[in-house]
């Protein structure tokens, strides 16, 4: 019996299951989903909603350079009385970054709204956070249904004004997100970073793409503050740091942006760790948000935003359900949501596993990884008793992603470095299915592999000196059953791998080297065309690859777009293996994702050390052209980063979305037809030429 014949036989199996529980009057229920283990400790959700209090819209008149002005308008975003998050508006002045440190003083709001010329700041490996370019000391009082503000830099007076601004009259000057797009996972609709086709013609220079929204939702930048780096000073003279609450990439369904981070909680603090840091200060004081940034317990918190207006539609927390990792890159990284069929899943930062409805945020079912999130549940406890993370770290773990293949959820379970389990939990109800032992990398996100109608998952793992090169498996994502696995031929594919229909791209030993990796050596690159039966060898191609978790190619329409050491951009054609075009750039050989879209390819030059930096190629392999278009474009918004693996730049239906320092950052791609002139930025939209049909 084959793979094909052994699933439909396991499918019959289920059917009659299914049938004698309804015949015995078995049945399921959402909170009674099989936990992985009997020690398990359900979590209760809170769900929150009711985010659309009015926007402050603050419109300040700043002297410039020769006796000019710069009108700058900053949007605050409330909730249930507080200022929550802010957003400037993109204009013709120079500042590009916000911050605001505002409480309440009787009915209204006092304290400071921080402006900046930069992205980012200190070194690209520290806590620095912009340097202020201009501290606005603001007063802002309700008066009737009105609101009214005073404002001063230093000792002068500015001149602003202010208005409330409800989300409808923000949305009627934005369209929506094509419900029919998605970027469903960490790698895209099709897990291999391309997004589906737009109606719309797309720039041809970034500097033209639009900031049309930041997210009501407020986080971190992602790679995790460290107490080895710096103080930030109380004093004002930088924006606020925020925690870096997990670096997982916005996924995108239904036409709207689904989020997880952890926010920390509680009021355990490692006490030694503050000591130190009041130390590094030298008897200076701690800004307010230092101690956020330590304490030791963090609320698991999955929100939906609006995909037009970047409001947030539904909150769902778990109080005290994560962990507050820290110290930079060895912290948590790609806990990224998966998006399937109105449901949204996600790993939490303890290895809790949630299942939500993606219209209103509710439980379907709540699970775990199991062994793994028992044994970092058992040092939360002991961190909290004595107030110290002592055996509470991460060293650059949790970098794979969920995804949903045949019913079945399917992740790493994170149990050890390079060749962890594959697990797989019923989608419908958490029920744990299988476990494969040392079949998955702590890094990749398994692949969905689709053949005959029917489903399949294909995992690899890293391999290390003392087990080999590791092998690549594939799936029947019900049973379980491993179809096939490959063993020779491969070097240390510990990174999500690439698939195109009957291709699996892999790393693979160079010339002369032995297949047993010591390293993050360079690897040739090699093809292996597959079936639920069986696989073969297509090709190898000798070429110098970096490590394709932190540099992860684009597939279209059977070209494959891979990023070399070197640095050099590859256009290879998947079923022969050659190279139809090249590019010499001059990126980073630091782990980045890259994005296709519509002909462009969007390449981040370093996502794991420094700030955002996306260079653009115009891609057309039958013609032979891959080349570079305009200059770098680094988007003038608060930067974030991640590491092992780096965040991924979605982009759906002509909209680009950047998790960015405090917050996603919407950018719309697409050449305005008729300007509305309602607002910098807003446009009328009609398609000017057919959808391309990929490459």
């Keep these: 019996m084959n793979c094909a014949e052994r699933t439909l036989a396991a499918a019959r199996t289920v059917l009659l299951l299914i049938a004698a529980a309804v015949l015995t009057g078995g049945t399921a229920t959402a909170r009674g989903a099989e936990p992985a283990a009997p020690e398990y400790v359900l979590v209760e959700p809170v769900y929150e909603s009711g985010f659309d209090e009015p926007l402050i819209e603050i419109e300040f008149t700043l002297s410039a350079d020769d006796d000019a002005r710069d009108v700058v308008t900053v949007r605050l975003m409330q909730r249930q009385g507080e200022i929550t998050q802010s957003f400037l508006v993109p204009g013709d002045h120079p500042y590009v970054t916000e911050g605001f440190l505002l409480d309440r003083r009787g009915d209204g709001w006092a304290g400071r709204i921080l402006l900046s010329h930069e992205t980012r700041g200190g070194p690209a490996r520290g806590m620095g956070t912009p340097r202020v370019s201009r501290l606005l000391d603001v007063e802002l009082t309700r008066e009737g249904d009105g609101i009214g503000v005073t404002c001063k830099s230093g000792e002068a007076a500015v001149p602003a004004s202010a208005r409330l601004v409800t989300w409808e009259e923000i949305g009627r000057q934005r369209d929506p997100l094509d419900a029919s797009k998605s970027w469903p996972t960490w790698h895209g609709p099709g897990c291999n970073f391309a997004a589906e086709p737009c109606a719309h013609e797309l720039v041809d220079d970034l500097r033209d793409a639009r900031l049309v929204w930041k997210s009501q939702e407020r986080f971190g930048s992602g790679k995790a503050q460290s107490p080895r780096y710096g103080v930030i000073p109380a004093d004002g003279t930088r924006l606020p740091l925020l925690p870096s609450s997990g670096g997982a990439s916005p996924v995108v369904g239904g036409g709207n942006v689904f989020v997880y981070c952890f926010l920390p909680s509680g009021e355990a603090v490692d006490e030694q760790l503050l000591a130190q840091r009041r130390e590094r200060a030298g008897g200076k004081p701690l800004p307010p948000w230092e101690m956020e940034l330590w304490r030791i317990a963090a609320d698991d918190v999955i929100a939906c935003t609006d995909g037009r207006t970047g409001q947030t539609l539904w909150r769902t927390r778990y109080p005290g359900a994560g962990a507050n990792w820290h110290d930079s890159k060895a912290g948590p990284c790609n806990t990224t949501p998966c998006w399937h069929d109105g449901k949204v899943y996600v790993i939490g930062s303890t290895g809790r596993v949630y299942c939500l409805d993606a219209a209103t945020g509710r439980e379907v079912w709540q699970s775990s990884i199991g062994p793994r999130h028992f044994a970092i549940e058992e040092a939360k406890r002991a961190a909290l008793k004595e107030r110290a993370y002592g055996k509470l770290k991460?060293?650059?773990?949790?970098?794979?992603?969920?995804?949903?293949?045949?019913?079945?959820?399917?992740?790493?379970?994170?149990?050890?470095?390079?060749?962890?389990?594959?697990?797989?939990?019923?989608?419908?109800?958490?029920?744990?299915?299988?476990?494969?032992?040392?079949?998955?990398?702590?890094?990749?996100?398994?692949?969905?592999?689709?053949?005959?109608?029917?489903?399949?998952?294909?995992?690899?793992?890293?391999?290390?000196?003392?087990?080999?090169?590791?092998?690549?498996?594939?799936?029947?994502?019900?049973?379980?059953?491993?179809?096939?696995?490959?063993?020779?031929?491969?070097?240390?594919?510990?990174?999500?791998?690439?698939?195109?229909?009957?291709?699996?791209?892999?790393?693979?030993?160079?010339?002369?080297?032995?297949?047993?990796?010591?390293?993050?050596?360079?690897?040739?690159?090699?093809?292996?065309?597959?079936?639920?039966?069986?696989?073969?060898?297509?090709?190898?191609?000798?070429?110098?690859?970096?490590?394709?978790?932190?540099?992860?190619?684009?597939?279209?329409?059977?070209?494959?777009?891979?990023?070399?050491?070197?640095?050099?951009?590859?256009?290879?054609?998947?079923?022969?293996g050659r190279v139809v075009a090249e590019a010499e750039n001059g990126l980073s050989e630091s782990g980045a994702t890259q994005t296709y879209a519509d002909g462009l390819l969007l390449v981040d030059r370093d996502g794991s050390h420094s700030a955002t930096e996306l260079w653009v190629f115009r891609t057309n392999p039958q013609a032979g052209v891959l080349e570079p278009l305009g200059e770098p474009w680094s988007p003038p918004h608060a930067h974030g980063t991640s590491y092992h693996p780096p965040c991924a730049h979605p982009v759906v239906d002509g909209r680009l979305l950047i998790r960015g320092g405090d917050g996603v950052y919407c950018y719309d791609l697409r050449k305005p037809q008729v300007q509305n002139g309602n607002e910098p930025g807003a446009a009328v939209f009609s398609p000017v030429r057919p959808p391309l049909k990929g490459l």
């Design 394 to 576: 991460f060293n650059r773990d949790f970098g794979g992603a969920p995804i949903v293949a045949g019913g079945a959820l399917v992740m790493p379970d994170f149990t050890s470095k390079g060749a962890c389990g594959l697990l797989a939990l019923d989608a419908a109800t958490g029920r744990r299915l299988w476990l494969i032992p040392q079949a998955a990398a702590e890094d990749a996100t398994p692949l969905r592999y689709e053949h005959g109608g029917q489903q399949y998952v294909i995992s690899g793992t890293a391999g290390r000196e003392e087990n080999g090169p590791g092998k690549i498996v594939c799936v029947e994502p019900r049973t379980g059953e491993v179809c096939w696995a490959i063993t020779e031929g491969i070097w240390r594919n510990r990174e999500s791998l690439s698939i195109w229909g009957d291709y699996l791209m892999v790393r693979a030993p160079a010339d002369g080297e032995s297949p047993v990796p010591s390293k993050a050596e360079p690897a040739a690159m090699a093809c292996f065309r597959i079936s639920p039966e069986g696989y073969r060898h297509a090709w190898t191609l000798p070429v110098r690859l970096g490590w394709w978790k932190e540099n992860p190619p684009s597939i279209v329409d059977g070209y494959l777009l891979a990023r070399l050491i070197g640095p050099k951009l590859l256009c290879i054609e998947v079923a022969t």
